[in-house]
């Protein structure tokens, strides 16, 4: 059999998402607020015709019970993949962790951390997979 390597495996949706993120930041470079990129971004999965849900409230399971409302991720694209934005001097680990609960939470396998508060986009991109 084969060896699999999923790192050699193509994520087109994520690949699809950066690429809209870069066009973003091409267009207003760093420096303004998360809500201005976060505005600027969806207009963009729009007209990549990417779907997504802005603000999603995830659920919390405690103890038996559920709490609602407690975690809200900023985009959830095609049900599929959690995107986290920023606009930070720098990504922390709290920001990483932050991420990797929500993914862990909302039982999605795959997440971006997108800051916009750097020179190249590049630089402000982060892959997660559970």
């Known amino acids: 059999m084969p060896d699999f390597d999923i790192k050699k495996v193509p994520d087109l949706l994520t690949e699809r998402v950066i690429g809209a993120a870069v066009e973003v930041h091409r267009h207003l470079g760093p420096g303004l607020l998360e809500t201005v990129y976060a505005a600027a971004l969806e207009h963009e999965l729009v007209a990549r015709d990417i779907a997504f849900a802005s603000e999603v409230l995830i659920p919390i399971q405690y103890k038996g019970t559920t709490l609602d409302g407690l975690l809200r991720v900023d ?50 991109v982060r892959r997660f997979v559970l």
């Open 75 to 124: 985009l959830l694209i095609e049900d599929d993949l959690i995107v986290e934005l920023k606009a930070v001097g720098a990504i922390h680990d709290i920001h990483c962790a932050q991420l990797l609960t929500y993914l862990r939470v909302g039982r999605i396998g795959r997440g971006l951390l997108i800051n916009f508060n750097v020179q190249k986009l590049v630089n402000g």
